[in-house]
Nanobody, 122 residues
Framework: VQLQASGGGLVQAGGSLRLSCAAS????????MAWFRQAPGKEREFVGGISPSGGYTYYTDSVKGRFTISRDNAKNTVSLQMNSLEPEDTAVYYC????????????????WGQGTLVTVSS
């Protein structure tokens, strides 16, 4: 599967942004989808993931209650709605895909989008 992330940009603290990830291929609904992010000088970290059916989501603690992942299997897309953004959320955001269960380690994911930059100003 090929992934392409979009929707990044500059936003003020407290604002919202919605990222999208478009996938190619006919088996999108078989994949766990996840979002990771990487801030300058830091390791890539797990943000959240969604099950193939969309019925289960899991988030890292720092974004719970602020970020929401959703997917549309008919359109082969997964989205990350980010609310109440903080300067600490500034990073390049990546979508990723794998089979089976949601895992929080980046090396478990086989497919990656190119990343989209989110900058939150204070």
């Amino acid at each position: 599967v090929q992934l392409q992330a979009s929707g990044g940009g500059l936003v003020q603290a407290g604002g919202s942004l919605r990222l999208s990830c478009a996938a190619s291929g006919r088996t999108f609904s078989s994949y766990v989808m996840a979002w990771f992010r990487q801030a300058p000088g830091k390791e890539r970290e797990f943000v959240g993931g969604i099950s193939p059916s969309g019925g289960y989501t899991y988030y890292t603690d720092s974004v719970k209650g602020r970020f929401t992942i959703s997917r549309d299997n008919a359109k082969n897309t997964v989205s990350l709605q980010m609310n109440s953004l903080e300067p600490e959320d500034t990073a390049v955001y990546y979508c990723a895909a794998r089979y089976n269960n949601i895992l929080t380690i980046s090396r478990a994911y086989n497919y990656w989008g190119q990343g989209t930059l989110v900058t939150v100003s204070s």
